[in-house]
Structures are given as C-alpha cells and as structure tokens.
C-alpha cells in the first residue's frame, strides 16, 4: 500500500494510492460549503467497485472512537505496529532484556481473599504466574478459592502487624500487590482495630518497611521489582465534594499516607511500581462487612493519570487492570485513576493485547485526542495541505453549525496550532489549544507517520467548546483526500 499526499495548496486535496487499479489519481476541489470535494463521476464509480478501498480507517490503521462526547477519553486503537509519540515501539506485554522475570513472575498478594484481591488472584493463576495468597486465615483462604487453591501457595501475615511475618510474605517473589483496605465509614469491619489508619495506611507502611528488610538481607534468593497498590480517586481532593465527606473517619488520608511510602520505598530501592486510584469499588465478591453493595454496570475502563476523574469500578475491572500493570512499562512509576464512566460504553471484556495498548497508552499521551497512522505519508504536502484546511474550515465560517467559540489559527513548524478564545470585560482571553502536529515515519519503518493531536494545557479533561466538531471534521475532510487498501492496514 502506498498513501501520499500530492497537493495541498490553492485549498485542493488530492488522494493517490497504488490499488487493483493500478497508478491513478483523483483531486476534487473544495468547497465552501461543509468543504465537500466534487469528485468526477469516472473516478467515482471507480472507488464504489473497489470494495477493499476505505479511504480513512485503513489509511490511520485505527479503529474510531464513535463516541465523540468522549474523544478525550477513548484512545484510537493502534495497530499492532503503532508506537508511541516517543518513537518507540509499543512494548505490549513482551517483556524486555531488563525484565525477564515477568515471563515467569513470581507474585505475591496481599488482602488475597478481598473483593478485588480475589480477581487478582484468578487472573495471575489465568497468566501462568507463580502466586502467593498473602492472607490471616489460611484455612478459610483454602475454602474461598476452592480448587484454586491447590495452585496457590499460602503465607500467613496481617499487614497491622510488622516483623518476621511480613518479611515472609515478600521475599522471593517478583511482584507485590498490594489490596488491604477496610470501609471508610465505622463498621464490623473495624473490629479488632482494623481501621483505615492502620490498614490503609499504618498497614503499607509495614509491608513497605519489611520489602526493604528483605531486599537488604536477602543475597540468593529474588527480590521485589514491581509494587502494584490500590489507593482510592480523591485523595488528592480530600477537602473537596463529596470526598470531604468520604474523609470524615480518615479513609483518604490514609490511602495518601500509603502512596508515600510506596513512592518512597521504590525510589529508594530502585523498584517499579504503579499506584491504582479506583472510583467506588462495585460487583462481588462483596468479602468486606458493610461494603456498599451494588452490582456492576455494562460500562466501559477509563485509565488517566492524576486524580481528577470520579465513579464507580467494578473489582474484577479493577483487578484486571492491576494484574495487567505489572508487566507494562506504561504503568511504570505511574498513579492513575481507574474508572467506569457512566457515558462510556463497554465495547468488549477487555482481553486482548490491542485493547490493553489503547487503554494504557492514555497513562504515555495523557493529553492526546487523536491519533492517526499512515503507512506512507509525505510530510510537506500535508502541513500544506492542514494549513489551507484550517484556514478556509475554521475562518470562513464553512462549519455548520457554527463554532459555539472563536478559534484563532496559527501555523506551526509541525502543523498548526488551534487556540480557543473567550471575551471577559471586553478583552480576548486564551482557554486553550489543540495543537496539531504531524509526525514522519522512520527510514527502517518501524515508526509510522501520524497526525497527531494534543489538547494543551496539560490534564485538560473535557473538550474544549467546539472540539469535538473540527475533529469530526477534520477526520471527514481528511477521509476525502487518503485512500488505502483496507486489507494492508
């Protein structure tokens, strides 16, 4: 397949490819009007008898988030040659010359017979890991997982409790997850001291002190190289609604507290680890008395970095996500929030590879909203081609309806810059861009060519006014001057 731009000045798009038609070309001139080119009736015909031709999805390689409300949020899927902004290759879960363990990772769990803990442990035993159920009760462990548990191998330990226990429960292994927490509000569940103070957060602290003993004493055997711990959204909004109230008994600070010392203990050592911030834990198992009980939606995984998005999760989803951030360097060193936004609809049970590269890759490109891949491109033509685009679309006023906020057009060495204004007291105020940039591929090509679009200031959640209409345009207007034959994308 061969996709090239061939003119784009003079507010003319043309697309070219080599198909079952041999070399061909078509241009079409735009039009003010919804800039629809007049395509000749040969040539028309032509592309209706070539049923492999799809002129935007096979070009990108991706497949379109349909949602638009969400385009901030739905990555394009890439394929399974997309790499990321960087230019590396996606790492997928093939795991790299430094991290040969994960191809036979040893794993340890802590809070192993917990709602998400249990999750945890089915999907590490469904990878082939090596598991530890790091648990108070090993008979009653035993009963829960039932002939899972012939697969599993049992430690005793209680995380308020720091010592030789504990440093049992870490050594030798690759991995710790870690998912110990007790409700936030008094309840059965904080008998015998089981607080969020010295489970959520006294309680980290113990197994992180005690994954230092082991990694300064232990010579033969393995040690820790990845911490996976579940935290909760809002904790760094605790004084905000409605976390102010979730805070009343202390749940968020102490969840902070144990991010902390899971940040400091890695740094420390050396280690890797990735902090999951899950919204309002729903769906069984239901293992924690006074634990809301609520069954899951039919709604789809939100994966962003920082604190700044809210909801419910379901334990299985966020279990899943946790098993999956101990062999993906996208995770490294990350906290993330973890989510099920009402709007977002569930395309799929989240299993393979390329549904994982789309989520994760949100946590590499925070602020990316589209993404599109050509396997040939030519650079000049398009930033030609992207600037008379930006300027007769958005400045003359072709968009129907119009923009509901004036956007001011300023050419880039890259492509072009799209700054959304707003009038206070009579002076035009900046809110923000969407800056569009096109990247070449690489000589070996392993690195595609892409537009590429990021929506600037940095955790900018929700589209600007307008946004998500110039994309839908600029994918349309962008369908109508590439071609490709679908089966090579």
Known sequence: MNVAFLSGGGGRGFLAGDGEFGDWRDGGKLS???????????????????????????????????????????LLRAS????????????????????DWRSNARVAVIGATGGVGFHVINR?????????????DVAKAKESFGDAAGSLEFVTADVTIPGEQLEKAVEDVDAVVLCVGTTAFPSKAWKNGNSPKNVDGQGVENVMSAIERVSVQSVSKKNVKKIVA????????????????????????????????????SEKLGLDYSILRPGRLVGGPYTNIGAIRKERGDNGILLALGDNHSGD??????????VESIFREEAKCKAFTVVNPADLPRKSVVEEDDEWNELFGRLERPNEVLRLEFTSLNVMKLRNWLASWSGSVLTSGALYPPLPIPVRVDPTQTGCMLTFLTVDDGKVKPLGSLNIMLRPASEDGKVRGALLVFR??????????????????????????TTANAEEA
Not at 38 to 47: E, I, L, S
Not at 80 to 99: C, R
């Open 124 to 136: 590490l035993l469904s990878k082939q890991s090596q598991v530890r159920a790091v648990v108070r």
């Open 456 to 481: 600037e200031p940095m955790f900018q959640d929700k589209p600007f006014l307008g946004e998500v209409q110039i994309l839908d345009k600029l994918k349309d207007d962008l369908a109508r001057v």
């Open 80 to 99: 399974s040659s997309a790499a990321d902004v960087s230019g590396n290759e996606s790492v997928g879960l093939q795991p790299d010359s430094k991290a």
């Open 32 to 74: 003010k009007r919804g800039n629809r080119p007049r395509v000749r009736r040969a040539n028309q015909r032509k592309r209706e008898l070539d049923q492999n031709i799809h002129p935007f999805i096979a070009v990108a390689g991706v497949s379109i988030a349909s949602n638009a409300r969400r385009s901030s949020e739905i």
């Open 230 to 265: 579940l935290s909760s959204v809002g904790v760094l909004r605790k004084t905000k609604f409605p976390f102010a109230i979730l805070n009343l008994f202390g749940v968020l600070d102490a969840k902070l507290r144990a991010e902390k010392a899971v940040i400091q203990t």
């Open 313 to 322: 999760c379901a334990r299985e989803d966020v279990a899943a996500v946790a």
